[in-house]
């Protein structure tokens, strides 16, 4: 059943990945943002109010922080899948397991633990794996004059392995998921209401806006669907189902955008899967190491 869970996360993203790119001819990144949150909020809040979880927290900065990058990861895959191909695009959020490996490596690197990098040895294989993954992804991109959007997207991995870290750090906190989503979808709406008060509005009497509506609501049953999936079970197996979103993704892309993809970039789609999967894997068996008791003497 939790596979079930995270199955159906992976089709909520990558649906809410299809509204967006319909929405982005119409707005931006910054407008779909709002809206995004403005529903994902209103939402979240009767969902809150149905399980009677108090809005107030302990703990608003360590929620801020969450928000900061949170948002900023957002707004950089907004823009990805406004200019790349929408597997493309969700591939290279996916990244974040890589970028979180690139975290502890780089962790290890600067306090000079050097026991410890050379017992992670595999994890750095992962890395330059996913980044070898990475080229071969963004050469049709860059063929295209698309670079740009490639290393905004690129960031949106990075920017969402940190906000990943800390959703756990508020777990860890005590922090119940509901809060935590109504505060990231609150963040989103004033951050992306204060940008675009800057940048300009868009006006709501066009058919595309009929797209933000679902963005918001797929958004939530998404986060809903993957907290239910690791809270009731924490398996490689259902972490790594969420990498299925990228075949909807692709199977999406091919049938209403028209968007074919080069060997070059099912290999790099390929490779980063992989590297995901195994840095995840490998992450998995270093804190079992860690956590276990020590043997009885003899």
């Given at each position: 059943?939790?596979?079930?869970?995270?199955?159906?996360?992976?089709?909520?993203?990558?649906?809410?990945?299809v509204?967006?790119?319909?929405?982005?001819?119409?707005?931006?990144?910054?407008?779909?943002?709002?809206?995004?949150?403005?529903?994902?909020?209103?939402?979240?809040?009767?969902?809150?109010?149905?399980?009677?979880?108090?809005?107030?927290?302990?703990?608003?900065?360590a929620?801020?922080?969450?928000?900061?990058?949170?948002?900023?990861?957002?707004?950089?895959?907004?823009?990805?899948?406004?200019?790349?191909?929408?597997?493309?695009?969700?591939?290279?959020?996916?990244?974040?397991?890589?970028?979180?490996?690139?975290?502890?490596?780089?962790?290890?690197?600067?306090?000079?633990?050097?026991?410890d990098l050379?017992?992670?040895?595999?994890?750095?294989?992962?890395?330059?794996?996913?980044?070898?993954?990475v080229?071969?992804?963004?050469?049709?991109?860059?063929?295209?004059?698309?670079?740009?959007?490639?290393?905004?997207?690129?960031?949106?991995g990075?920017?969402?392995?940190?906000?990943?870290?800390?959703?756990?750090?508020?777990?860890?906190l005590?922090?119940?998921?509901?809060?935590?989503?109504?505060?990231?979808?609150?963040?989103?709406?004033?951050?992306?209401?204060?940008?675009?008060?800057?940048?300009?509005?868009?006006?709501l009497?066009?058919?595309?806006?009929?797209?933000?509506?679902?963005?918001?609501l797929?958004?939530?049953?998404?986060?809903?669907?993957?907290?239910?999936?690791?809270?009731?079970?924490?398996?490689?197996?259902?972490?790594?189902?969420?990498?299925?979103?990228?075949?909807?993704?692709?199977?999406?892309?091919?049938?209403?955008?028209?968007e074919y993809?080069?060997?070059?970039?099912?290999?790099?789609?390929?490779?980063?899967t992989?590297?995901?999967?195994?840095?995840?894997?490998?992450?998995?068996?270093?804190?079992?190491?860690?956590?276990?008791?020590?043997?009885?003497a003899?």
């Open positions: 059943m939790q596979a079930a869970w995270m199955l159906a996360a992976a089709f909520f993203f990558s649906s809410m990945g509204c967006v790119k319909y929405a982005a001819a119409h707005f931006t990144p910054l407008e779909i943002i709002f809206y995004r949150g403005l529903f994902g909020m209103l939402f979240t809040a009767a969902l809150v109010r149905m399980r009677g979880v108090p809005l107030a927290t302990r703990w608003p900065w929620h801020a922080w969450r928000n900061v990058v949170g948002v900023g990861a957002m707004s950089a895959w907004f823009y990805a899948m406004a200019h790349l191909p929408l597997a493309t695009a969700m591939t290279l959020n996916y990244m974040s397991s890589v970028w979180i490996a690139v975290f502890v490596l780089g962790g290890a690197l600067l306090m000079r633990r050097w026991d050379r017992a992670q040895w595999p994890l750095a294989l992962t890395v330059a794996a996913g980044f070898a993954g080229v071969l992804i963004l050469r049709p991109a860059i063929a295209q004059d698309e670079h740009v959007a490639g290393l905004i997207g690129l960031a949106s990075m920017l969402a392995a940190m906000a990943y870290m800390q959703v756990a750090a508020l777990g860890r005590g922090e119940p998921e509901t809060r935590t989503v109504f505060y990231f979808s609150l963040g989103s709406a004033l951050a992306g209401a204060a940008a675009t008060c800057i940048t300009g509005w868009h006006g009497n066009t058919p595309g806006a009929w797209w933000l509506l679902p963005v918001g797929l958004a939530v049953l998404g986060q809903l669907c993957l907290t239910r999936a690791y809270t009731r079970s924490a398996t490689m197996l259902v972490a790594n189902l969420q990498y299925s979103g990228i075949v909807f993704a692709a199977l999406y892309g091919v049938t209403l955008f028209g993809l080069p060997l070059t970039g099912w290999l790099g789609i390929v490779l980063i992989a590297s995901g999967m195994a840095a995840s894997l490998w992450r998995k068996r270093l804190r079992l190491k860690t956590a276990a008791p020590p043997r009885p003899t």
